[in-house]
């Protein structure tokens, strides 16, 4: 049977990072899905494992043959999923997760239509941003970036699948996981490879 696609989208100081961690820690049958990315390798990081790593050219050459389902430029730096691996990975059977903001998660769906799409959000703006600021890492100029581009991502809920309000952490990870496990059992998912065993001798 092939796997899954997961995609999750969600503001900066929703606590998506550690709701996937220990969603993955769960499920061994979940994986982070590997980008290709032009930014050097920081400490401890392994080139297919972490990001394959590739140069600007490189890069190029994936994003402008169509061969990356999604990609980004942040920092300076690009970032994107190739279309082939995502197939292999999905051809063996496993399911991946994705970490995406709003347009990486549109591109990808556009390539994979049978994704499941989850949104992540605090329970209210003023949680969002109390979060953010309880971070006490970040200048004036980046909290309101942050919270400008949260406002922007929030706009882009309803074409989502799913939405989960993490205003309590187990809670969350409980709707998550449940998430995954409905998209599993989904009749057009696992009825054709069923379909034989209740064909009439």
């Known amino acids: 049977m092939p796997g899954e696609i ?5 503001p900066s100081g929703t606590g998506k990072t550690t709701l996937l ?4 820690a769960a499920d061994p049958r ?9 930014r050097p390798p920081r400490p401890g990081e392994v080139s297919g494992r972490d990001y394959f790593f590739v140069s600007p050219g490189e890069f190029a050459r994936l994003r402008d043959s169509g061969a990356l389902a999604e990609w980004v430029e942040q920092f300076g730096y690009g970032y994107g999923t190739s279309k082939e691996w995502i197939n292999q990975a999905l051809e063996s059977g496993q399911d991946l997760v994705f970490d995406l903001d709003t347009r990486g998660a549109r591109a990808l769906k556009e390539s994979f239509p049978q994704g499941t799409l989850i949104f992540i959000v605090p329970p209210n703006f003023q949680e969002l941003e109390r979060r953010l600021k309880g971070r006490g890492d970040m200048d004036p100029q980046e909290l309101a970036r942050r919270l400008e581009q949260g406002r922007d991502e929030i706009k882009e809920i309803s074409w989502y699948d799913y939405l989960i309000v993490n205003a309590d952490l187990h809670l969350a990870l409980e709707q998550l996981k449940a998430i995954v496990t409905a998209a599993r059992c989904r009749a057009q998912r696992v ?3 069923m379909k034989g065993l209740f064909t009439s001798a």
Do not use: E
């Open 6 to 10: 997961f995609v999750v989208t969600a």
């Open 191 to 193: 009825w054709p490879g």
């Open 21 to 24: 961690k220990n969603l993955i």
């Open 30 to 38: 979940l994986k982070f899905s590997i980008s290709y990315t032009t």
